[in-house]
C-alpha cells in the first residue's frame, strides 16, 4: 500500500517558489492500478517522483508498505528504491548498450552476482516479448519495444510498485495497447500495484481501477475508474470525460430535428445499461423518442451506456418520461442545440 499524508512540494526557482503538490493525501491499495490524470502543470509528476524521493517533498510522508520513505538514510532508501520501478515516456535507456545489457544494468547496480544477472534478464526479456532482441542496440529498436525493455529493466529486482510516468504518450494507437496489455498482464501474475500518470482518459478507461484528478497540484477528485465515468462531479473531471465519452451531433442533423422536441442524453450505469429502460419509458408515456446516436461500453466489466434521443410530446409528459428514466438510475441531461 502507498500512503501520501499531506504531501507537499514546492521548487525554488530563481523568481521564487513555485508549487507543484499542494497538501495532497492519498492511498493507494496493494495491486492496484491507480491513474493520475491532470493537465500539464498539474503536478502530476511532481506526485510520481515523490514516491521514489527522485523528488525530496517539501513536507508530508510518503509511506509504502508502512515504511515513511521520507524518514530513512540514504543507504535505507537506496535499498527501499529497489523495491519500487519506475518507466518514462521517452524510455531512458542507455544508447551504447545492448537490450541486454540494459536490464542487466539494474541488477548490476543492486549488486546481484553475474549468475543470477544472465538467468533474471533472459526471464525478464522473455516475459516482455524480448527473448529475440537481446543482443540488439535502443536505436535498432521501435518504441513499443523500446519501452518493453524500460518494463523489464523495472522489474529487474522484483519491486512491489511500478511507477508509469505516461509510458504510452509517446507511442502509436496500436502499440500503445500492446503496452497496455502487458501492463494489465503482470499487474496480475505479479500483483504488481501500477500508479500511472498521462493525460489521457483513454488509457485510464482501458487500463487502471483507480484514479485521481490534479489540477493546481490538487487532487480536486477521486474514485473508482466506473465510478468517476459513471458519475463525474468536478467540471474539470466532466472535460476530461468528455473527450473519450462525449457524441455530438452532426450539425446537419439538429437542422432536422423538430425545434419543438428535446434532445437528450441519457447515461445507462451498471445493469439499467442492459435493460430495456427505453422501451418501458416510451410504453409508461405517450411521448416518442428518436434515437439519434448509442453505445455501450464496458469499463471494467462494468457496463456503462449512454444514448443521445430526440424527444417529441406534451411537455409535461416529456417532464414525466424523463424524471421515469431518472427514477431508474439514469444520468438524464438536455443537450443544448447547436445554433
Ligand atoms: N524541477 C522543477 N523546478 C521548478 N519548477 C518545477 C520543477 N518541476 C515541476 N515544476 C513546476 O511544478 C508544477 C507541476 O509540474 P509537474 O511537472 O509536476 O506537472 P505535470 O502535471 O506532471 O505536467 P506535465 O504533464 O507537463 O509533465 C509546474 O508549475 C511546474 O512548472
Known amino acids: 500500500m502507498i500512503q ?5 512540494k514546492e521548487y525554488k526557482t530563481k523568481k521564487g517558489m513555485v508549487l507543484g503538490v499542494d497538501r495532497v493525501n492519498l492511498t493507494i491499495r496493494k495491486g492496484d492500478i491507480f491513474g493520475i490524470v491532470g493537465y500539464s502543470g498539474a503536478g502530476k509528476s511532481s506526485v510520481l517522483r515523490c514516491i521514489n524521493l527522485l523528488e525530496k517533498p517539501t513536507s508530508g510522508k510518503v509511506v509504502v508498505d508502512g515504511v515513511d520513505l521520507t524518514s530513512l538514510s540514504k543507504e535505507e532508501l537506496r535499498v527501499a528504491r529497489q523495491k519500487i520501478g519506475m518507466i518514462f515516456q521517452h524510455f531512458h535507456l542507455i544508447t551504447s548498450k545492448t537490450v541486454f545489457e540494459n536490464v542487466a544494468f539494474a541488477l548490476k547496480a543492486a549488486g546481484k552476482p553475474p549468475s543470477l544477472i544472465d538467468k533474471r534478464v533472459t526471464e525478464l526479456l522473455q516475459l516482455v516479448g524480448l527473448a529475440d532482441k537481446a543482443e540488439h542496440y535502443p536505436a535498432q529498436l521501435s518504441g513499443g519495444q523500446k519501452q518493453r525493455v524500460g518494463i523489464a529493466r523495472a522489474l529487474a529486482n522484483d519491486p512491489q510498485v511500478l511507477l508509469c510516468d505516461e509510458p504510452t504518450s509517446a507511442l502509436d494507437p496500436t502499440t500503445t495497447q500492446s503496452i497496455l496489455s502487458l501492463l494489465r498482464d503482470i499487474n496480475k501474475t505479479l500483483g504488481l500495484t501500477i500508479v500511472l500518470i498521462t493525460h489521457e482518459m483513454e488509457v485510464v478507461k482501458d487500463l487502471c481501477h483507480h484514479v485521481a484528478i490534479m489540477q493546481d497540484g490538487k487532487i480536486i477528485e477521486e474514485g473508482s475508474v466506473y465510478e468517476i465515468f459513471a458519475n463525474p462531479v468536478q467540471p474539470l ?4 470525460i468528455a473527450n473519450t465519452l462525449e457524441f455530438k451531433l452532426p450539425r446537419k442533423l439538429w437542422d432536422k430535428l423538430d425545434p419543438a422536441g428535446k434532445v437528450v442524453k441519457v447515461l445507462f450505469r451498471d445493469e439499467a445499461a442492459e435493460q430495456a429502460i427505453i422501451y418501458d419509458m416510451l410504453k409508461a408515456s405517450g411521448i416518442k423518442a428518436n434515437i439519434l446516436h ?15 434521443m430526440e424527444v417529441t410530446g406534451e411537455p409535461l409528459e416529456i417532464d414525466n418520461a424523463l424524471q421515469y428514466l431518472v427514477d431508474r438510475s439514469c444520468g438524464v441531461e438536455v443537450v443544448d442545440r447547436v445554433e
Open 4 to 8: 501520501l499524508i499531506d504531501l507537499h
Open 237 to 240: 473531471t466532466r472535460e476530461f
Open 294 to 308: 448509442g453505445k455501450i461500453e464496458y469499463i471494467g466489466d462494468k457496463p456503462l451506456g449512454t444514448f443521445i
